[in-house]
Every structure is written in C-alpha cells, then in structure tokens.
C-alpha cells in the first residue's frame, strides 16, 4: 500500500497548458494549474460555484506525457503529495509556496470545445 501520510487527489481542469522547463540534460519539470469547482446551495435556493486553484508540478516522464497530451481546459484527476517551500525574490523578499507534486495522472476529457 502506498503511503497515506502525505496524499493528494484531485479531479479538475487545467487552466493553462504545462510550462516546462529543462534542468542539465535530462531533467525535466512541467507546471501546471488546475482548477476544482464545488456547487453549493444558499437558503435561498440559488446554486454558486466555489472555484480553487491548484499548482501542480511533475517531473521526468510525466513532465513529458503532461506536455504532450495535457493542454489548457483539459480535464484530469491527478495524485501526489503536498508540497512547501519557500525562497526569497529579487527584492529579497520571502515567498511561501504551496503546490502537488504529482505522482500518477489520469487523463478525462479534452479541452472543451
């Protein structure tokens, strides 16, 4: 059984096609965002949708296969694990990151059309 301490799954929409970017040879990266979406009712009966926005990251070959076949509105459900980090920006800064490094995807349904 896979390791449950640090677990991500998510279903949802690219809302823009991977960034890659290359590190020495071989090594690969490929960023993403991927939109989730929830309706929910109020007391009045009216129906709102709830959107979040996740950055997700992969690397190696499913850095290539994101590349190759993911593109912006394409709906995928993805697993990985929590990740965060922080760095200082040029003015010197602190930044704080949180995003998914994905382990396995699942690809759903094209972009829409």
Request: aromatic share 8%.
């Amino acid at each position: 059984m896979k390791s449950m301490n640090n677990r991500v799954q998510l279903i949802g929409r690219l809302g823009m096609d991977p960034e890659v970017k290359t590190f020495g040879n071989d090594s690969k990266m490929a960023r993403m965002s991927i939109a989730t979406s929830e309706r929910t009712k109020d007391k009045e009966g009216n129906y709102t949708d709830q959107t979040q926005w996740h950055s997700v990251i992969a690397w190696g070959k499913l850095a290539d296969l994101a590349t190759n076949y993911l593109k912006k509105g394409s709906e995928v459900c993805i697993e990985g694990k929590l990740n965060y980090r922080n760095y200082e920006n040029k003015e010197g800064v602190k930044q704080y990151v949180t995003e998914i490094v994905m382990h396995e995807m699942h690809m759903l349904r094209g972009p829409k059309a």
